[in-house]
């Protein structure tokens, strides 16, 4: 049971240069999310896709932008890379009832931009 | 806005002891769930327990229960038993029902001391 699977584990960019971060789940889950999470301040949300066809902003998407491919997959891509954007990056989905929702996450992915 | 807040960055407990990891939130909201998620150092999180607003009755996962005064906006983890495997990171997060978002503490790190 492969849950929420994210690739790469890890990257090193250079400032300017650009990636994609890939996110798939095999939950049937209708809902996906991309967090960053850094030192002290928690996880903050980037983008999240209420359903297959829909993304929404988060609290923090700037220098980011997101395809929800499918209902398997939502990927998270930085155009331009700023060092401001070394972080660990994490996908998650929701699963159970609408209502309750634990969400599931991937193991998650080491982004340094140099 | 909801805000939750984890006022304590790290804490320790002795092997097979009991610790209680603290969490305060605002909101407006009458009704809401709440979780507490464990991340272990290998990264990848996952639910600890959760606790919908509505139901009088502190939630218990085996060894983990919590602490839930909805007038105070407090919803602390107690940690029974405490065990090697217990170290990692705890989050705390609010949720409102109909919506996706979560929105999460800035964690606590906990350290079982041998």
């Known amino acids: 049971n492969a849950g929420v699977t994210q690739t790469p584990k890890f990257q090193v960019l250079k400032t300017g240069q650009s990636m994609t971060l890939q996110c798939a789940q095999d939950?049937?889950?209708?809902?996906m999310y991309w967090y960053r999470q850094d030192p002290g301040m928690g996880l903050r949300l980037i983008y999240y896709s209420a359903s297959e066809g829909t993304t929404d902003k988060g609290e923090v998407p700037n220098g980011y932008n997101v395809s929800r491919l499918n209902k398997r997959e939502f990927s998270l891509r930085l155009e331009s890379a700023a060092p401001s954007q070394t972080s660990v990056y994490f996908c998650a989905s929701i699963g159970g009832t609408a209502n309750t929702g634990e969400l599931f996450f991937g193991e998650g992915s080491r982004l340094t931009v140099l | 806005a909801q805000t939750v807040t984890q006022s304590q960055p790290e804490m320790s407990v002795q092997e097979a002891e009991t610790v209680t990891l603290s969490c305060t939130y605002d909101?407006?909201?009458?009704?809401?769930?709440l979780f507490w998620y464990k991340q272990p150092p290998s990264r990848q999180m996952i639910l600890v327990i959760r606790?919908?607003?509505?139901?009088?009755q502190n939630a218990t996962e085996n060894r983990f229960s919590v602490n839930f005064q909805k007038a105070a906006k407090s919803f602390s983890l107690k940690i029974s038993d405490s065990q090697l495997g217990d170290a990692a990171m705890y989050f705390c997060a609010y949720r409102r029902p109909g919506t996706y978002k979560y929105i999460f503490g800035t964690g606590t790190r906990l350290k079982v001391l041998a």
């Open positions: 939950m049937n889950h209708n809902s």
């Open positions: 909101t407006s909201e009458s009704d809401y769930y």
């Open positions: 606790q919908e607003a509505y139901k009088q």
